[in-house]
């Protein structure tokens, strides 16, 4: 929401507002660990961009944000479950373009990408690109619950941090860019993001289910998708609420 007395916001990635100033009516995530420090200090005072020794992270609009989550939404529904790319695009003036989806995702195969919207919209009149990355983990099985592959790593996961070459290539230009879906979870090295739940008996290998250790959430580009702050779903829903 925007504050009604008019104030910039500033949260931190858990969605905590953690102070605002005296104008302003934009929202802000604050990383810089000395500026974090610096608000802890100065709850109940306004703090104006100009204090920060690193400029916070600005949110797109609530119009903007709003739209990200019904990408996530229709990402996580029963017609999709997180099999397909969903995509949209937000107008500075927060109209919205929603376009169809992508072609399921199969293991093994090059993922089919939503096609982009037929824009009527100039790029420097767009706000922001919002597409998911399919959250589904792609394993392959031989009779039923049997990995005839890779034991510890399914070849088929993706990361709504990570963009494409074709998300770089296309969208670049645009405000902000957003993927939704699993970010890669800082807490787990890269080969542990998702493995595989198995056990072996007579020299078989028997799946057991997916550990997915990876972070369902928002992961908010700038233009050229040279920044970015991920926010999971329960720090999103704080600020957007």
Known sequence: ??????????????????????????????????????????????????????????????????????????????????????????????????????????????????????????????????????????????RGDEVFFDKQYPRDAYFANEPSSLDKKYLSGYKYNIIVGKFTNPKYPKEQQVTMNYYEENKHVYFNGVIDNRIAGYCIFNSDFSNCISLDKKAFNKILK
Do not use: C
Request: glycine share 8%.
């Open 1 to 142: 929401m925007v504050d009604p007395d008019g104030r910039d916001i500033y949260y931190n990635t858990d969605g905590d507002r953690i102070g605002s100033s005296a104008n302003g009516e934009e929202k802000y995530i604050v990383t810089n660990s000395s500026d974090l420090e610096m608000l802890k200090g100065r709850k109940k005072q306004y703090t104006e961009l100009s204090s920060f020794s690193e400029t916070p992270f600005q949110l797109p609009s609530d119009a903007t944000l709003k739209e990200a989550k019904s990408v996530m939404e229709r990402t996580e529904s029963k017609n999709n479950k997180g099999s397909k790319e969903e995509v949209s695009l937000v107008h500075n003036n927060g109209s919205v373009i929603v376009w169809q989806p992508g072609e399921p995702a199969v293991f093994g195969q090059k993922l089919v990408t939503a096609p982009l919207p037929e824009n009527p919209w100039k790029k420097e009149e767009v706000e922001a690109s919002i597409h998911s990355h399919p959250s589904i983990v792609l394993y392959g099985l031989e």
